[in-house]
């Protein structure tokens, strides 16, 4: 499968961006499909993941403000962001993991996951 992500961009603290990751290839009804992030000197970092089955997962930083959804029909994963955070600026990176196909649980690692999407800028300013 491979996997494209966009929305990325430049807004301000306490503004909204929606990414969206779309798969080609294969249909995302396979796989379980997450959100990471990175900035400069750190490692990858997971932000939130949608099962097979559909669980949703988030990291404690994230909940309350961002949402993941699947649409196996359009094949895409969105991750609406608000409350957006100087904190949150990152590239964020989505990806697809196929092993946990009939599963409710998803990884939380980079390892877990097979399929990466090329990376999108979100900055948020102060």
């Known amino acids: 499968v491979q996997l494209q992500a966009s929305g990325g961009g430049l807004v301000q603290a306490e503004g909204s961006l929606r990414l969206s990751c779309v798969a080609s290839?294969?249909?995302?009804?396979?796989?379980?499909v997450a959100w990471f992030r990175q900035v400069p000197g750190k490692e990858r970092e997971f932000v939130s993941a949608?099962?097979?089955?559909?669980?949703?997962y988030y990291t404690d930083a994230v909940k309350g403000r961002f949402t993941i959804s699947k649409d196996n029909v359009k094949n895409t994963v969105v991750l609406q962001m608000n409350s957006l955070k100087p904190e949150d600026t990152a590239v964020y990176y989505c990806?697809?993991?196929?092993?946990?196909?009939?599963?409710?649980?998803?990884?939380?690692?980079?390892?877990?996951?097979?399929?990466w999407g090329q990376g999108t800028q979100v900055t948020v300013s102060s």
């Open positions: 990806a697809a993991d196929r092993k946990s196909s009939g599963s409710y649980l998803v990884g939380f690692e980079v390892s877990d996951y097979d399929y």
């Open positions: 949608v099962s097979w089955s559909g669980n949703r």
């Open positions: 290839g294969r249909t995302f009804s396979d796989y379980a």
